[in-house]
């Protein structure tokens, strides 16, 4: 089976500055996706970021950009530049390869960012 | 649509009711999942659709839970007997499962809260 781990329940940084939030993984397969969620106190789910576990390079969106360990298992998530609108829950997350399956989610770092 | 719907956005009901909880997924996704996101559980996965296939439930924590799909698009959560630990928040995602870049992602709805009395 395969679990998600995010080791900080709650993170705060100031404004302007980098934050990374850690995300672990445990899973047999070879091939899989990795994903971050935000969830603003909106409620809406967010997708920041996905990488595709065959893929070495990793994978960035304008400030968000991941640094993947496929050794390690595991896959953080790098803020630059930090904003008062990336206040919200992180969900670091898991899927298998398939083009349809669940996903399995981390329990999710709420972060705070300080003006 | 231009992204997962879902309706009610809340929902309070008394312990013992029967609650149905409505999903319109993007157009064109072929794929549908609920979730439920509690306090104490976190995110977890509850049925998913694809296509005419037969849906996967192995998330569904009781049989007072059913969902269904009519026409491959719109998707109903029924909850029985509700009891109070059913409260949470039920999210529901889609996602197109051809090729592609984005393939396989999955978005999601802003999610039903329910309150169960």
């Known amino acids: 089976a395969q679990t998600v781990t995010q080791s900080q329940p709650e993170m705060s940084v100031q404004e302007a500055e980098t934050v990374t939030l850690s995300c672990t993984y445990d899973t047999s397969e070879n091939n899989y996706y990795l994903f971050w969620y935000k969830q603003p106190p909106s409620r809406q789910m967010i997708l920041v970021i996905r990488q595709e576990a065959y893929k070495q390079q990793n994978a960035t969106e304008n400030r968000f950009s991941v640094n993947f360990q496929k050794a390690a298992k595991s896959f953080s998530l790098k803020i630059s530049d930090s904003q008062l609108g990336d206040t919200a829950m992180y969900f670091c997350a898991f899927m298998k390869q398939r083009r349809d399956d669940k996903i399995i989610f981390g329990k999710g770092t709420r972060l705070h960012i300080l003006p | 649509g231009a992204g997962v719907s879902q309706s009610p956005s809340n929902k309070v009901t008394e312990k013992g009711k029967d609650v149905e909880l409505r999903c319109d997924p993007i157009s064109g996704h072929t794929a549908l999942y609920w979730y439920r996101q509690s306090l104490g559980q976190g995110l977890e996965f509850l049925i998913y659709f694809q296509g005419n296939s037969a849906p996967d439930k192995s998330g569904l924590p009781s049989d007072r839970f059913s969902a269904e799909r009519t026409g491959g698009s719109v998707s109903t959560l029924t909850i029985q007997r509700t009891q109070q630990e059913d409260s949470a928040v039920y999210l529901c995602?889609?996602?197109?499962?051809?090729?592609?870049?984005?393939?396989?992602?999955?978005?999601f709805g802003p999610g039903t809260r329910l309150l169960v009395l």
């Open positions: 995602a889609s996602s197109w499962t051809s090729g592609g870049a984005m393939g396989g992602t999955q978005y």
